[in-house]
């Protein structure tokens, strides 16, 4: 598992562009948890019209469908940001200076490749819903209360372009860093160990 990192900020056009994406992505994050405290509060609806008056919500498996990307795909470019994705890092953590950024550049083209794939698969499958001809521009609908479907699937080719963006970030942080020696490179989640991320985490409880 990786253990997520501290990123380092300067006045370079870099670190300037790393820290406004960093704002979007940070916007998106918020959007992801208030549509899981949305989903809460549907829950609690359906729940209490089903036991108080017979009547559970109207659609309730339709708005989880709509809000289910919503939840997992804004937040991953933030969480990229932060390395804070799930990966192997036994090869990683014994890793510094020119050879770990090397790694590190390396894993992100490839990151990059396979996002770029994706962001053109999920931008087709979204077009093969979208109709601005038909009702609600939707070729398709939830099947319960017909929810037009385009809407969520508009979410996923964001949510891949943001991500793209910081992986271009990343990659260019990361050549940087090989360029000039740097063992604290901006732009770029570095590692930290397990009493780092300990501290951290304490510091945050206590604040």
């Not at 562009?17 to 809460?40: N, W």
């Amino acid at each position: 598992m990786a253990a997520t990192g501290s990123v380092k900020t300067d006045g370079t056009r870099l670190s300037r562009i790393d820290q406004y994406l960093f704002k979007i992505e940070t916007i998106f994050c918020l959007i992801s948890g208030l549509a899981v405290f949305s989903l809460m509060i549907l829950a609690v609806i359906s729940v209490t019209g089903r036991h108080l008056f017979n009547q559970p919500l109207s659609g309730y498996v339709d708005w989880i469908e709509i809000i289910m990307p919503v939840i997992a795909f804004l937040g991953i470019s933030y969480s990229q940001r932060l390395g804070g994705h799930i990966r192997m890092d036994i090869l990683i953590m014994n890793l510094k200076g020119r050879p770990l950024w090397v790694l590190e550049l390396i894993s992100s083209i490839i990151i990059l490749l396979l996002v770029l794939l994706l962001l053109w698969g999920s931008w087709s499958h979204f077009l093969r819903s979208f109709d601005m001809s038909v009702p609600l521009w939707s070729r398709d609908s939830s099947v319960d209360i017909g929810l037009p479907i385009w809407p969520a699937k508009l979410i996923v080719p964001i949510a891949f372009s943001v991500l793209g963006l910081r992986l271009v970030l990343q990659i260019w942080g990361y050549a940087r860093a090989i360029y000039e020696g740097t063992d604290e490179p901006v732009a770029v989640p570095l590692p930290e160990g397990a009493a780092e991320i300990a501290a951290a985490e304490a510091a945050i409880v206590t604040d």
